[in-house]
């Protein structure tokens, strides 16, 4: 009869802590609406939010909507200047300009989605461990990252594919390892704030599952921080994937991607221009339209960090 007791208990503990749960879960809806308000009042980040858009739309109909082969060599047409049949020119190889642009914008969104997925899958999990057990998985989690800090972020991609070999794919790999410390750290912040709130010792008090408080109650409070982080890495994930293949330590010719169109046009920088100058205007707008989005995000999701 006490264990009966006991477990209806329990039971109408957990219930209420659900109910609770449901109630925090109605408050945050009510808050993403606010936050999407105050998104829409933010002109960069509109700005960036169309521009992100347009690049998407870009990548999705580049194949139908490029007027010419990207990797197709014409040996009687090579370094073109822009004209009406080749808006952006030609390369010293022939192929053009415009299509290799229009084909790699896909190319770059990929690194820059891809590359922060590697790190969220490995930087998720070590920060929530780390910030909810602490002590010695905390001291080796930190000290782990601490040595991976030690070392700049693109030395440290560079070092990487020199081990695993060059490559678009191993790119990704790199720079995404590379970038796990930034995402451990911040999560392992947020959960360390977080767990010492009243639901979660609630929840631990009635004897949910360490999983279950994981997955219901602190994962749900640290997603804030976790999308602006994203938002902006995704950025700089594209920035610094052009730059390892500018050095030629990422894709691969002919691949169309938008660091090497910039190395490739180097030596032709005083007698063709438009070789590096379009892919570089290419990367600039990429990354100013995430920087924007990122900083609005930042200010919605949290007006404390607003500047007046």
């Known amino acids: 009869m006490t264990e009966k007791r006991e477990k209806m208990t329990t039971e109408t503990s957990q219930d209420t802590l659900d109910f609770a749960a449901y109630g925090m879960r109605k408050e945050t809806q009510s808050q993403t609406r606010m936050v999407f308000r105050q998104l829409l009042r933010n002109k960069g980040a509109i700005a960036g939010a169309i521009i992100l858009m347009i690049l998407i739309a870009i990548a999705i109909l580049a ?39 229009l084909s790699g914008t896909h190319i770059s969104l990929e690194i820059g989605i891809i590359t922060n997925c590697v790190a969220l899958a490995f930087g998720l999990p070590l920060g929530l461990l780390s910030g909810y057990f602490g002590k010695k998985l905390d001291s080796l989690v930190v000290g782990m990252m601490d040595i991976m800090l030690a070392f700049p972020g693109i030395l440290l991609a560079m070092a990487i594919v020199v081990v695993i070999g060059k490559g678009l ?117 990429t990354v100013l339209s995430m920087n924007l989005l990122g900083d609005g995000l930042r200010d919605a999701l949290d007006p404390k960090m607003k500047i007046d």
């Open 169 to 285: 794919f191993q790119t990704m790999l790199a720079i995404g390892i590379s970038w796990v410390p930034a995402y451990t750290r911040l999560v392992r912040g947020t959960v360390i704030s977080v767990k010492e709130n009243v639901y979660v010792e609630a929840a631990r008090t009635i004897g949910c599952s360490t999983s279950r408080i994981l997955r219901r109650h602190v994962l749900p409070n640290i997603m804030a921080p976790l999308i602006v982080l994203l938002t902006l890495d995704i950025g700089w994930a594209i920035l610094t994937g052009a730059a390892l293949s500018f050095l030629g330590l990422g894709a691969q010719r002919p691949t169309p991607e938008w660091g090497m169109m910039v190395n490739e046009g180097r030596e032709f920088m005083r007698i063709a221009w438009w070789i590096t100058l379009f892919p570089g205007l290419a990367i600039m707008v």
């Open 63 to 101: 194949p139908h909507i490029r007027p010419h082969d990207p990797v197709e060599i014409g040996i009687d047409r090579p370094l073109l200047p822009p004209n009406s049949t080749y808006l952006m020119g030609t390369d010293n190889f022939g192929r053009d300009v415009l299509s290799r642009v």
